[in-house]
């Protein structure tokens, strides 16, 4: 039975509260849901969380919430007629004092007040996700921003502005952005992504802000800004995930620079042991259609092969017409291209030298599962640590995650080869233990008779970080002791 290792995670919204899509997307293998807080209502989000926690239970799959705030939104206001068209060439300007609905094919309003302080004669302008570039020629009174259009075309109502190379000082985390922190902590999501973090800070903000709610979720810095890559070890470090939010990264950095960038922050996050998202218009074209195009299927699978933990659908699955599809299609993808040698083979900290116990037990048990014949590793974990360090080793093996925490459980839905189960093994003796997690696995039809399989676990139960030992078992007619 061949288990995909690479996670997928699905955007909710209007497609998927239709009867039974939601349903049908836990059976097709959705690993991690996403509530996109730039759409919806408070008590949507809470609508979606709740009936995915039901399906769980119902399902006896575990499958992770995603909590994603909307950030800074620094747009342009709307046109009087809802879009204009601009000629190369001609001149438009940017003007806070516009009202909200005054735009037209010479002028718009613009929501992010500070814009016209923070850009000078020559500064490039990217609207639309860079399908309107325009260069600045002048400011005038620090409230409107003249411009000459470089590359023109349709523009219509909010769309995004971004700075060619970064550069806006816009705040990570807005007040609608705290507001929502308050839902996530009654939501109870196992992950919040951080829109347009700049720095390490951004971070530690948002993690207070959540602890003071009542949340202790995971953290995902969402790399969107040019500024972010030039601090990003440690803003991956103040994280517990990152995502590759190719879509802004893309414009400020340049869509030529971008698959490069990718690859090195994919590379960082496993070697700073966190986990890593991709993510934007991964089968952008199955918003219509049933079938991806085939530059899309390269795409997911050089995300694979690279090392990503999971990949991210965001309109194909909330508002696209075939979610479900959507999902099988990625699902195909990832099952073919984890069957590459290259994808099950790793050098990841082979010469390094370990401080805990821990971390050289789950190194031990990757050791040993990438040269030898067992059928899969149980860790059985208080934090999750254990199983997110053996993640980052690049194999074949599934790693399940065993753990009586539900917060742990939650977190191991996102890391690439693991997959959680819920266990108490409290006033359990070893050998109880150990036949628990051999008939457990057996009837997941995951090890058969004569299958051996590594278990990791620690001598205190309910001590975080207390993983200390590791044992072979195979499974056959003795009592496994």
Not at 118 to 142: H, I, S, W
Not at 164 to 191: H, W
Request: aromatic content about 4%; proline content about 3%; charged content about 25%.
């Amino acid at each position: 039975m061949q288990l995909r290792r690479t996670k997928i995670l699905a955007t909710l919204g209007p497609a998927t509260d239709k009867p039974g899509v939601l349903e049908d997307l836990f059976e097709a293998g959705i690993d991690v849901v996403r509530l996109n807080f730039s759409h919806g209502s408070a008590q949507d989000h809470i609508d979606r969380a709740n009936r995915v926690r039901d399906l769980s239970k119902k399902t006896g799959r575990r499958v992770g919430i995603l909590a994603d705030l909307q950030g800074p939104k620094i747009r342009i206001e709307r046109f009087k007629d809802n879009k204009v068209w601009l000629e190369e060439g001609q001149d438009f300007a940017l003007d806070i004092n516009l009202g909200k609905l005054d735009g037209d094919n010479t002028q718009v309003g613009i929501s992010y007040e500070p814009l016209a302080r923070e850009v000078k004669p020559g500064t490039r302008l990217l609207l639309d996700d860079g399908r309107v570039v325009l260069d600045v020629v002048n400011v005038e009174n620090n409230t409107r921003v003249n411009t000459k259009v470089v590359v023109g075309g349709d523009l219509s109502n909010n769309k995004g502005i971004n700075l060619l190379g970064g550069g806006l000082s816009a705040a990570a985390l807005t007040a609608k952005d705290k507001e929502d922190i308050k839902t996530i902590a009654v939501i109870q999501a196992d992950y919040v992504a951080i829109s347009f973090p700049r720095t390490a800070d951004d971070m530690h903000e948002a993690r207070a802000l959540l602890q003071a709610a009542g949340s202790y979720a995971g953290l995902v810095a969402k790399v969107e800004r040019a500024e972010a890559m030039e601090v990003i070890d440690e803003i991956i470090l103040a994280s517990d995930a990152i995502m590759v939010a190719r879509g802004d990264l893309g414009v400020e950095i340049g869509d030529a620079n971008l698959p490069a960038a990718q690859k090195h922050l994919i590379q960082r996050s496993r070697e700073l042991n966190r986990a890593v998202i991709t993510a934007t218009q991964m089968m952008e074209s199955m918003i219509e259609n049933p079938i991806p195009t085939r530059a899309e299927v390269f795409d997911v699978a050089n995300a694979i092969v690279d090392g990503t933990d999971a990949i991210m659908l965001s309109a194909e699955t909330a508002s696209g017409k075939h979610p479900v599809k959507t999902v099988q299609a990625m699902v195909r993808i990832c099952l073919e291209t984890e069957k590459q040698r290259s994808v099950k083979t790793s050098q990841h900290r082979m010469t390094d030298r370990f401080d805990q116990i821990d971390e050289a037990i789950a190194m031990s048990a990757m050791y040993l599962a990438n040269h030898a014949k067992v059928s899969g590793i149980a860790s059985l974990t208080e934090s999750g640590s254990t199983p997110l360090w053996m993640s980052r080793i690049s194999s074949g093996i599934p790693i399940f995650a065993f753990s009586s925490h539900e917060k742990t459980l939650g977190r191991v839905t996102l890391y690439r080869g693991v997959f959680p189960i819920y266990f108490s093994h409290e006033n359990m003796a070893s050998a109880e233990v150990n036949r628990f997690v051999v008939d457990k696995l057996c009837s997941r039809i995951v090890v058969e008779q004569g299958d051996s399989f590594i278990i990791t676990k620690g001598d205190r139960t309910g001590s975080s970080g207390g993983t200390n030992s590791l044992k072979v078992v195979t499974v056959g007619d003795k009592p496994v002791v």
